[in-house]
Each structure stands twice: as structure tokens, then as C-alpha cells.
């Protein structure tokens, strides 16, 4: 366990009760993380915290992780609870640079939950199972009560192989290196969003749900030097540089007439008061290379069908603070800071 | 995108700030009355285009903010009822009040809800007639009326089960009360374009001749408020008070007839606690009495409480412009979004939320 834990760790989270912040993936559940789960299990030093651990087993380098999914509603525009519970975990092998191989899947169904729901979820499960290349190997079953359960919730744990000679986490961003997406942002949140009880607005929206390790095995194909890769689910890209950046204790600064976002969702978040750069992808990634590197892997993801909309956002300078900076259109410098909680709660 | 990127044009808000340079003479201290604005203006960094001549205060117009921590009580306390649905914009909820705030109600059981506009309140009223549903109405004349729709819709489709936990406040005698403190520091307004909308601004034409200040209804993109300020500091350059209307896309003398009807009908004009600020005579909305039917208050019997403010918190300096946000002792330390100490830090509106979110890291070093 990290030492320095005891002189941070006094306080406990702030009220008693836990909050949908807690899982919103911003500082709510960072703190939660640090003050609760750290202590217990202990964690890694910041600049190796990953969406993947890499375990050495018999001379072979193992990417593992899980994902618990608890998306509402459970059928959305452009996918369901089913292919999400795929994509999110097998996302979360390739970014610690992982051939996604196995995943278990656990099932946690509400009685009453239609059993044509069900099919067409597993359905849908397998199908992306079987484009990202990765096989169902065990899995479980348990019904609870009509009530306590929101039809379905879906775990999904996945072990991947690392390729050899890759460590990437963000310890290793450095200043200078250029920061690149693989397509525009917010999709997925604002696809939800558009179907939630008491939002619903009309769009084409669907969402971005695609599994990323064809793209990243590109880059690693055409040998570009990648420090570090994070794929942008809650708390969308604002959260996922945020902690990178704390992580290494660097500056990044992005031009905001580079991030691209469409024009619908764009006028959604406006229209709700949101912030793009920060509402879930589940098909996005942000790359952090080598600034040699940074026109060949943008040539190779805008080739690649799930880079179409990629763009060079940013680069990394050396402190002083570390944390994201952005440059408006008008030429100022404002900072970007992650929010508390989710901006919409229930999201993957 | 249409109708917004025309507002946020980089090469006009460089010809607006070279204009606002050649006009200055001397040193002029503006407020924005509407938090919207304010953020606006922290987000785009429109202050630090300016020339240092002028200075920019944060007005009272967050209606969150403002909202005295008794109301926060009741609307806490109907959240524990069983039978209550309660339903309020999402900045509401994580304002604190004397005990918990709504998020802290809402894991220990109650049952609050987030909702876009009062009609959807209504719907859910319609939907669960067992239950009790309570909008919290906060806001200033811009969400009044949506709000006295919905209790008139109530009315005519027979809906018994839904309530209003009114806590409206108007402009107008917030801004009259800054002008008369002593410790006024303002010189000029930009008044907050959607007020406007509804209201017009021949209300404000007393206001700008008793205490000759000029008054600009503004707009909120980065060329309204460029415009806005140019258009005040002509007039204090040139010694005219005036009103005047910058948003005029938006905004017409006389405001939006139909609404004020509307609201003419339905609420009356009552005296209200500010929070940080403390009661200011007329300068809220309360139902009629022909409405009380759909007053929480009324159907609940709640009593009016006027709540302990954290002893730390200077809100009340900060919405009233005498206090900058990175100033307070308190600020990013034992005040943070994750932890308030009170509602300028958490609302989208709020003044040291903007500064927390858009100025921390330069603040910081």
C-alpha cells in the first residue's frame, strides 16, 4: 500500500450515505477509490493506475479487468446493454495494449425482465463478442426480486495478452508528447440522454459503442511510439486527461477549435447546459505520442473505420501546476477540471 | 453552429475589445447582474481582454445561489415524505442547507428527481396520482412563468396532486438595494438579457435615473457581452444613464405580454429572504390566494425558517460584488465543488463555481 495514504485519508467521504457521484467517475469517486478501496486492497502509485492491470504469469505479460454495466434504458440508439458490457471491457484490455482473448460475463436479472429482452441482449453480446475477436468463457446467473433490479445489469471481467515490450501508463506522458482522439465526442452520452424518461428530445444520434483494439493494434502495427492510451467513458475526455495529467504531473493544453464534436451534439449539450468534452464516449480513445509520431498516427486512425473524425488536440508542457488547460477561440487560457459527479448518472 | 459560432467570431470580439480600448479614460467597475453571464465571461476569458481600466463585478442573478437555506430545509423535509415526489432543476441539488443537501436526501431514501421544466413535474403528477409532487420553483422572472403555466394547466386538467415550493425573486429590487448600500462599488449594469425577455426593461428606466447608472440589457455569448460592456462604458464616458438594449434579438421594450399575464394571474409580489443577502422588500413571488391550493407550503403546513448559514461562508459579499470569489479565505480550500460550504461553489451559476472551474490552476500559482 501506497504510505501516504495515512496523511490523506482522515476525513471520511464527505455525508454518510453513498451518492451516484460516487460512480460517476470524477472526483466523488477518486476520492472514494483513495479513502476506501486503496486502503483496503492497496492500489499502484498514481502514474501506473490504468484501466487494465498487466499481470506477469509464467513469462507471459496479462492484461485484466473488469466492468460492472448498469446502463438505463438497457436498449439504446446504436446499441444496448449487451454489446456496451463487450465493448467497455475489451476497450479497457487494448488500452493497456492488450489482445483482447476471454471475457466472463455475470448476469444479474430482475424477475419479471421479458425473456425476448434477454435473447436479443445475449444475442447482441455474442455478436460483439465475435467482432472484437474475444470468446464468452464462464459466466453466472442470479434473479433478484421484482423492484430491486433495473431489468439488467451486466459484469463483465476480460484477459487480454499484452504485446511484447509495451508499457504504456501514464507515468510515461511527457512534455512535448501531442494529444490525439479517435473520433468525435459525446455521442454515446447524448444518445442516452435523448432517450431518458423526461429528457427525451429528437435525433439521428446514435452512439459511438465499438470495440478499439482493430485501431490500437494499427498504431502498434506501424510502430508509433504511444506513451500512453486511455479509452473516454464517464466523465468523457475532460476526466480522462485530468487524471493523466495529475498522473504525471504534467501540463496538457488543447486548442478548442481542434476537438471535434458534431454539430448535433454540440447543439444538445447547449441546449442542456453540458459539456461535450466531458459527456461519455464508448468507442473513443485518447492518445498520448511520441511528437514524431503524431501526423503517421493520425494518418493511421483516420484510415482506420473507427478513427474516422480523429484529430490532434493538444500537447503536453511541463508543469507548473499540473492539470488541462484550454485555448477558446477568442486566444485565452482556461483550465478544465473534471466534474464531481456524472453530468447524467447511469450512462454504461 | 447557427445562431451561436456568429456570437463567438474571434476577429469580432477583437475589433469589440479594441473599440472598448479606444473609449476607456479611465477607471470604470461594471457588474453583470445574471451568473450565466458571469460564466460566460470567466469561461471565454472576456475579462482578461480587457483593458485594465475596467473592472467586472459578479451580479446576485444566480437563482440557486440565492435561495435562503430555510427553503433548502423545506424542500429537504418534503423530500423525506413517503408520499412525496420531489422534482427540481439539477443545480438545486446539491445546494447545502442547515442539515443535508437534496443529494443527501435522496440517499437517505427520499425520493428527488431531476426534471428540465415544471411541465415534466406535471407529468409526473399525472402519472403517480397516489403520490405527492412538489416542483421546487427557484428562479428569477426568466423561469416564472413556465412555472405559472404549469400550475394553471393543473387547474384545468384537474391534476390535485401537484405543488409548487415557490421561491421566486425578481431583479429589479436586488439591484435597487445593491445601488443603495453604501459599500456600492457599481457604476454601470448589464442586466440579464432573459429576464428581459419576459419582463422588458422599462422597470429599470426609474432605477438608471434615481441612481444615474446606465443600465445595457446584455446577452450571454462572448460578442453580447462584448457589446454590452462597450455600449456601458459609452455612456459612462459620454455621463449618460440610460437603458439600454443590447439584446434586442431577444428583447423588446414591453417584454413577452403573454407571459406577464400570465404571471399577473397567478403570482403576487412578495417580500424575501435572499440568501447572503437577507430580506429584501418585494423582491420575490408567492402565489395568490386564489392559487394556495398548489402552494406546498399551504398543503403541507410548513413554517418559514430562516436557517443557520454556515458561519464561514461570505455569499453574501460575493453576490453582492464586494467580495471576488478567489479572495475569500476560504476558496478552493474548505470551499470546493465537492464540498461547499455554500451555494455560489455549486451552482452552474454561481460565481465561485465559475472561478473554481475556469481559474484554479492560474489562482493556484
Redesign the interface.
Known amino acids: 500500500m501506497n504510505p501516504d495514504f495515512s496523511l490523506n485519508c482522515p476525513l471520511p467521504v464527505?455525508?454518510d450515505?453513498?451518492?451516484?457521484?460516487h460512480g460517476g467517475g470524477g472526483?466523488?469517486m477518486q476520492?472514494l477509490l483513495e479513502r476506501t478501496f486503496f486502503p483496503a486492497f492497496g492500489g499502484p502509485p498514481p502514474g501506473l493506475r490504468h484501466d487494465a492491470s498487466v499481470l506477469e504469469l509464467g513469462g507471459a505479460r496479462l492484461a485484466f479487468t473488469t466492468d460492472s454495466y448498469v446502463v438505463r434504458p438497457y436498449f439504446f440508439p446504436g446499441g444496448d446493454i449487451g454489446s456496451l458490457a463487450v465493448h467497455g471491457t475489451v476497450n479497457d484490455l487494448a488500452m493497456a495494449g492488450a489482445r483482447p482473448l476471454y471475457l466472463s460475463c455475470g448476469f444479474i436479472l430482475e424477475e419479471g425482465l421479458p425473456l425476448e429482452d434477454l435473447r436479443r441482449i445475449v444475442a447482441s453480446m455474442a455478436a460483439a463478442a465475435a467482432q472484437a475477436g474475444v470468446e464468452v468463457v464462464t459466466g453466472d446467473t442470479k434473479v433478484v426480486d421484482r423492484g430491486k433490479g433495473d431489468g439488467i445489469y451486466l459484469n463483465t471481467a476480460g484477459v487480454g495478452l499484452v504485446e511484447p515490450g509495451i508499457r504504456w501508463h501514464p507515468g510515461r506522458v511527457q512534455p512535448g508528447d501531442a494529444v490525439l482522439v479517435s473520433g468525435d465526442l459525446g455521442r454515446h452520452g447524448m444518445a442516452i440522454m435523448a432517450c431518458r424518461e423526461?429528457?427525451e428530445f429528437e435525433t439521428r444520434l446514435e452512439s459511438d459503442s465499438a470495440p478499439l483494439w482493430g485501431l490500437v493494434e494499427a498504431l502498434i502495427r506501424a510502430g508509433v511510439e504511444i506513451r500512453c492510451l486511455r479509452d473516454l467513458t464517464r466523465g468523457g475526455l475532460t476526466s480522462a486527461l485530468v487524471e493523466i495529467a495529475e498522473a504525471a504531473g504534467v501540463r496538457i493544453t488543447l486548442e478548442e477549435g481542434a476537438i471535434p464534436v458534431l454539430?448535433e451534439v454540440?447543439?444538445a449539450c447547449?441546449l442542456?447546459?453540458l459539456d461535450p468534452m466531458a459527456v461519455a464516449n464508448e468507442g473513443r480513445l485518447v492518445a498520448f505520442v511520441a511528437p514524431g509520431d503524431a501526423t503517421r498516427a493520425l494518418e493511421i486512425m483516420l484510415g482506420d473505420p473507427l478513427g474516422q473524425g480523429a484529430a490532434r488536440i493538444g500537447q503536453v508542457q511541463a508543469g507548473?501546476?499540473a492539470?488541462v488547460?484550454i485555448r477558446?477561440?477568442?486566444?485565452?487560457?482556461?483550465?478544465v477540471?473534471m466534474l464531481?459527479g456524472e453530468q447524467l448518472p447511469r450512462i454504461c | 453552429m447557427k445562431y451561436l459560432d456568429e456570437y463567438r467570431d474571434p476577429e469580432v470580439a477583437r475589433r469589440y475589445v479594441e473599440a472598448i480600448r479606444r473609449a476607456v479614460t479611465r477607471p470604470w467597475t461594471l457588474m453583470e447582474v445574471c451568473g450565466g453571464q458571469t460564466h460566460a465571461i470567466v469561461r471565454h476569458g472576456l475579462d482578461r481582454l480587457l483593458p485594465q481600466e475596467v473592472t467586472l463585478l459578479h451580479g446576485p442573478g444566480c437563482p440557486v445561489c440565492v435561495t435562503p437555506i430555510g427553503q433548502i430545509d423545506q424542500a429537504v423535509y418534503l423530500a423525506g415524505l413517503p408520499e412525496v415526489i420531489l422534482c427540481s432543476f439539477g443545480d438545486m441539488l446539491r445546494v447545502p442547507g442547515s442539515g443535508t443537501d437534496l443529494l443527501g436526501a435522496r440517499a437517505a431514501g427520499g425520493d428527488v428527481r431531476v426534471v428540465y421544466s415544471p411541465l415534466d413535474a406535471l407529468t409526473l403528477a399525472r402519472a403517480h396520482p397516489e403520490r405527492q409532487v412538489v416542483f421546487f420553483a427557484v428562479g428569477f422572472e426568466t423561469t416564472a412563468p413556465a412555472n405559472a403555466l404549469a400550475v394553471a394547466l393543473a387547474r384545468r386538467q384537474g391534476v390535485k396532486n401537484f405543488s409548487l415550493l415557490v421561491s421566486h425573486v425578481l431583479v429589479p429590487p436586488a439591484l435597487e438595494a445593491l445601488l443603495s448600500s453604501p459599500r456600492n462599488r457599481v457604476q454601470g449594469f448589464l442586466a440579464a438579457g432573459h429576464v428581459c425577455t419576459i419582463m422588458g426593461y422599462r422597470e429599470y428606466q426609474p432605477l438608471a435615473c434615481r441612481y444615474r447608472v446606465p443600465i445595457v440589457v446584455t446577452g450571454f455569448e462572448p460578442l453580447d457581452l462584448l457589446q454590452g460592456i462597450l455600449m456601458c462604458l459609452h455612456q459612462l464616458e459620454e455621463g449618460r444613464f440610460e437603458v439600454e438594449n443590447q439584446y434586442s434579438r431577444s428583447v423588446s421594450a414591453a417584454g413577452n405580454l403573454q407571459a406577464r399575464e400570465l404571471l399577473e394571474e397567478i403570482f403576487e409580489v412578495v417580500p424575501r429572504r435572499w440568501r447572503g443577502l437577507g430580506e429584501i422588500p418585494g423582491s420575490g413571488l408567492g402565489l395568490r390566494a386564489g392559487w394556495r391550493d398548489f402552494d406546498a407550503r399551504h398543503r403541507f403546513g410548513l413554517v418559514e425558517s430562516v436557517g443557520e448559514e454556515p458561519g464561514e461562508c461570505r455569499a453574501g459579499e460575493v453576490l453582492s460584488g464586494v467580495l471576488r470569489p478567489p479572495d475569500c479565505p476560504a476558496f478552493g480550500t474548505r470551499c470546493t465543488p465537492e464540498s461547499p460550504l455554500g451555494a455560489p461553489m455549486v451552482s452552474g451559476e454561481g460565481a465561485c463555481a465559475a472561478y473554481h472551474r475556469y481559474r484554479r490552476l492560474e489562482e493556484a500559482t
Do not use: I, Q
Request: aromatic share 0%; hydrophobic share 35%; no cysteine.
Open positions: 464527505e455525508g450515505l453513498v451518492r451516484l457521484a472526483r466523488a476520492g423526461g429528457l454539430e454540440r447543439g447547449e442542456l447546459g507548473p501546476a492539470g488547460a477558446t477561440r477568442l486566444g485565452t487560457l482556461r483550465p477540471d464531481n
